[in-house]
């Protein structure tokens, strides 16, 4: 199975939705988790993925130059030998280096179409603008802000989604779906 570094800044739910995926789902067999890596020791992701007996590895970015804390995590990640870095709401910009090291290699999952909302705050955006519906994306990671190629888009009908949790309960239905299939099928034609 090709390994997983998960990395993740907050609660974790897409990391929850991958690692049930690979239990019993469209990873079975296909993916293994290789290490849970947060940017923040205090994020309930990590505590999540250990209370479900995963490896987890964390290193605080508060205060620390993008660069060379990137290069740290290089490090730190290549000590679990991952096949594939997969980003699961990690509120961080990669810097090239970080890229560079695994380059084709870096999977993202954005809660917008990425052609037309980059960086923070995706849902407020479709909720602020009473968008009728968004796209989950999802993309391999390039140099640029949400610019990478996509491997996969899905719509999520907001028709009738009055509060900003109802948008994000939506999006976060789709998301947790498409991002285990989006992986299964990269991972597949990859071998
Ligand atoms: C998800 O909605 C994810 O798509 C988004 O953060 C949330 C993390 O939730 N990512 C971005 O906005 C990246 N720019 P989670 O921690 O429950 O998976």
Do not use: C
């Not at 993916?31 to 849970?36: N, S």
């Not at 802000?145 to 994000?168: F, M, R, S």
């Amino acid at each position: 199975p090709a390994r997983l570094a998960i990395l993740l800044s907050g609660r974790g739910s897409n990391m929850l939705a991958l690692a049930e995926a690979v239990r019993a789902g469209a990873l079975r067999g296909v993916a293994e988790i290789a290490v849970v890596f947060s940017n923040d020791p205090a994020a309930p992701g990590l505590e999540s993925a250990a209370a479900l007996g995963l490896p987890t590895a964390s290193l605080p970015s508060k205060g620390r130059k993008r660069e060379s804390f990137d290069l740290e995590v290089v490090d730190r990640l290549k000590e679990y030998q991952p096949d594939y870095v997969v980003l699961a709401g990690y509120m961080r910009v990669l810097s090239p280096a970080f890229v560079r090291a695994f380059a084709g290699r870096i999977v993202n999952i954005h809660p917008a179409d990425t052609h037309q909302h980059q960086g923070l705050h995706a849902y407020e955006w479709a909720f602020d603008n009473r968008l009728s519906e968004t796209k989950i994306t999802v993309h391999l990671v390039d140099e640029g802000l949400d610019t990478g190629p996509i491997l996969a888009q899905q719509v999520v009908n907001l028709v009738g989604a009055d509060t900003l949790a109802e948008v994000q309960r939506r999006g976060l239905a789709v998301e947790h779906t498409l991002y285990a299939n989006t992986l299964a099928d990269l991972i597949r034609k990859e071998g």
